[in-house]
């Protein structure tokens, strides 16, 4: 199942570009202050460097660990003269501010395919609680509604015989589609808008009926059942 899951792909400009952009200020960075820092450390990111490349699961990684490491090599400025008092309460400040003003001006999660939320929330009390056929990366904001999904980003739990089934269906395999309604009782369906295939072949089967849709995917549910 390796090659249908994007975590698992090598990182690239196309698929990441903020960590190819954030990667390139951080190198000039090191290049222009010439942080020390022991050279096991160096070998430590280095490696964590080559897994990023590797597969883009690992950037989260070499981030967190970045941060704890460079911040220190970074550093000239004796201990004792860090942060003094005004400095330390002008921090605090802005602290402050900053939190007032998110208080204020709170976040609004983003509508969309990975946290289709309205859509989700459309859906009837009646097949919240019947099998599934979801979107892959729809699996994870089901489960925070409540809802079992028929996959989700834990790809590697289910195994490589449902995922590969997944994906021919997603891919318009009617006879795959039909084998696993019958055999997990599917009884709704939703779908993010670039299952196009999927969707096209749901949209022309007289068993399936679609009942909600926007911008995030649509909802289909099996009347036959």
């Not at 990441?16 to 200020?25: C, K, S």
């Amino acid at each position: 199942m390796l090659p249908f899951i994007d975590e698992w792909k090598p990182s690239s400009p196309q698929r990441t570009p903020f960590f190819f952009v954030l990667l390139l200020a951080v190198a000039a960075l090191i290049v222009w202050k010439r942080p020390k820092m022991h050279p096991v450390r160096w070998m430590l990111l280095a490696f964590l460097l080559a897994l990023a490349f590797l597969q883009t699961r690992h950037q989260a990684v070499l981030a967190i660990v970045s941060a704890v490491l460079l911040p220190a090599a970074f550093a000239t400025v004796p201990r004792e003269t860090e942060m003094t008092r005004p400095v330390w309460l002008a921090a605090s400040g802005c602290a402050l501010v900053l939190i007032a003003i998110r208080l204020a001006w709170p976040i609004t999660p983003d509508e969309v395919e990975s946290n289709p939320w309205k859509l989700i929330a459309s859906v009837p009390g009646e097949l919240r609680s019947q099998p599934v056929l979801n979107g892959y990366v729809m699996g994870g904001p089901l489960l925070l509604s409540g809802i079992k999904p028929y996959v989700d980003g834990r790809g590697d739990m289910y195994g490589d015989e449902l995922v590969i089934g997944y994906k021919k269906i997603t891919d318009g395999d009617a006879a795959m589609l039909d084998q696993v309604v019958d055999k997990w009782g599917i009884r709704w369906a939703i779908l993010p808008h670039r299952y196009k295939k999927l969707v096209a072949l749901l949209e022309h089967d007289h068993d399936w009926k679609k009942i909600r849709e926007d911008r995030t995917g649509i909802v289909f549910v099996r009347v036959s059942a």
